[in-house]
């Protein structure tokens, strides 16, 4: 594999290298001495620490297991460098580039040990898809937005029964026969992209499944949540949210205790206050204005040499 990279930055012959966690090619554009910036939201970017800390703290990892796994992640890397003359002490000195743009929000920081850091934000576009069209019912309104796959989306759509609210649903992917399934006089189902821009200005309460980039966006528009994280990535966005005061996980997926939990963020404002305390820190955050800065410094290292 390092040796495809290689031969593809032969053929190109790129001035800048834009690597969003993909460690073989970055290594071959080192190896080639080409620029390299980096994007990442945090968790493909371990902190300047060796080891390199476990994602997951509640678990408590042995020091040594951290460290052994690292030096077996460096002695691979090492060895694919050795005729090369690259060799690594640490992981962490894979990520010494030109450039890493952290696109993130400190609050929303995977690694709890990660420390100071230039955070530039997260890059999103908040209007393309389906204008919003809520059901006509009266009731207060949520957004949700789930895979058709996902055991929960069943449980999500019983636990509205019993509530006063109108649910706009977007899943992508959802068939025909799926959006009739589903769809009632409080459930409105778009199978595709909605513009998230205007349907969290509509919104009380966004449902996810604590993806990083509609997390962000929902705390930007002061919209608390209710999340059901599918792996890892999202349980750590999720405990964040959670952390920050502006959003629950539902003790088991059951449409009685979702129901319950969605009635807390609906009724107790302490949610909502929490995440539109997050909006007011951030409101002069433009993810444009982050993508153009961006923009403008990969060029600044591709045109550096000529």
Not at 155 to 170: S, T, Y
Request: hydrophobic share 45%.
């Amino acid at each position: 594999m390092l040796a495809a990279w290689e031969s593809l930055y032969d053929f190109v012959k790129p001035d800048c290298i834009l690597n969003s966690y993909a460690p073989v090619s970055l290594l071959a554009a080192r190896l080639r001495h080409i620029s390299i910036a980096i994007t990442a939201t945090g968790f493909e970017l371990p902190p300047d620490q060796t080891p390199v800390p476990s994602l997951r703290p509640w678990a408590n990892t042995p020091l040594r297991r951290l460290q052994v796994a690292e030096q077996r992640v460096v002695d691979t890397l090492n060895h694919l460098g050795k005729a090369r003359g690259f060799q690594l002490k640490r992981y962490r000195e894979l990520f010494d580039v030109d450039k890493i743009f952290l696109n993130t929000f400190k609050e929303l920081n995977h690694y709890e040990t990660r420390g100071p850091a230039d955070y530039c934000g997260p890059l999103f576009v908040n209007d393309t898809g389906a204008i919003p069209v809520w059901p006509e019912g009266r009731g207060r309104r949520i957004f949700a937005y789930l895979r058709p796959e996902m055991r929960e989306l069943q449980a999500v759509l019983e636990a509205i029964k019993n509530l006063d609210v109108c649910l706009l649903l977007a899943a992508p992917g959802l068939s025909a026969a799926g959006v009739g399934q589903f769809s009632s006089a409080c459930v409105k189902v778009v199978p595709g992209p909605v513009s998230i821009g205007e349907t969290l200005k509509q919104a009380e309460v966004v449902i996810s499944y604590a993806g990083h980039g509609l997390c962000a966006q929902s705390l930007l528009a002061g919209r608390p949540m209710l999340l059901f994280p599918q792996h890892l990535e999202q349980v750590l966005v999720a405990r964040l949210v959670i952390a920050l005061g502006a959003g629950l996980v539902p003790r088991d997926p059951k449409p009685e205790t979702i129901a319950e939990t969605l009635s807390r963020l609906l009724e107790e404002p302490v949610f909502t206050q929490r995440a539109q305390a997050f909006a007011k820190r951030y409101a002069d955050y433009s993810a444009e204005e982050s993508s153009v800065l961006m923009a403008a410094e990969i060029d600044r290292l591709a045109t550096k040499d000529s």
